[in-house]
Every structure is written in C-alpha cells, then in structure tokens.
C-alpha cells in the first residue's frame, strides 16, 4: 500500500513510530561559546589511559569550576585550541565499533563540548 506522496504506508509509519520513541529525556544543552568556524582533529586511541593523559596534558582536573567530574572510565576527551588564527577542536576517543554505541554516543558528546562549550553538570 503506498501513501499519496508514493512512500510504502509501512515506511510512513515506521517513521513516524521512530520519532516519537526519540529521547524526550536528559539534561538540556546551555551553550557557553559562539563562533562562525571550527577544525576537528580526530585522534582514534586504543585504551581509556590515552584519553585520560589527553586530559592530563590539558589540565582536566577532576575538579573544575566548582563542578566534580564524574568518577568513570574516561570514553573520550574533548580540548578547543587556537593555533595560527583559527578554532582547532581536538578529540581524543576510542573508535566506534558499532553504529550508536557508547563509543559513537561519546565521539558526539566530545564534540559538542567544542561547538557549544561546558554544556553540562
């Protein structure tokens, strides 16, 4: 059976059952910066200790700005950079093995820190 716009009904409805299961959850984004461009450096690590000495080099402390980071295994690091007039995003995270896995959910986390800042607690 096909819709008037000529997409199969049981695509239509899987679309439509797929947005309303999207997260209605979580902690709202607060944006800190604002600017017009930005690089992004990937670096794929093998192990949480090479992002934990990412956060080390940069001055992560565990306590910053009043707020205490969470005791966890570190899934990736994210550092804002000027270098030569420009915004350089530089992320340290463990590959993604598999489509929306911890992994992935964490290379997406890491750069939004870059594109909007301190976002969360």
């Known amino acids: 059976m096909f819709s008037r716009s000529g997409?199969?009904?049981?695509?239509?409805?899987?679309?439509?059952a797929a947005l309303a299961a999207w997260p209605a959850h979580g902690e709202n984004i607060n944006e800190r910066i604002d600017f017009s461009a930005i690089k992004v450096e990937v670096t794929w690590v093998e192990s949480n200790g090479e992002i934990e000495q990412a956060r080390q080099r940069y001055g992560a402390a565990i306590e910053q700005q009043g707020h205490r980071r969470?005791?966890?295994?570190?899934e990736g690091f994210a550092a804002?950079?000027?270098?030569?007039g420009e915004l350089v995003c530089r992320l340290w995270v463990l590959k993604p093995?598999?489509?929306?896995?911890?992994?992935?959910?964490?290379?997406?986390?890491?750069l939004l820190h870059c594109l909007?800042?301190?976002y969360h607690r």
């Open 7 to 16: 997409l199969p009904t049981l695509h239509l409805w899987a679309l439509a």
């Open 70 to 74: 969470v005791a966890q295994k570190p």
């Open 80 to 84: 804002l950079v000027a270098r030569g």
């Open 97 to 110: 093995k598999n489509v929306d896995d911890e992994r992935t959910t964490a290379l997406g986390h890491e």
């Open 116 to 118: 909007v800042g301190d």
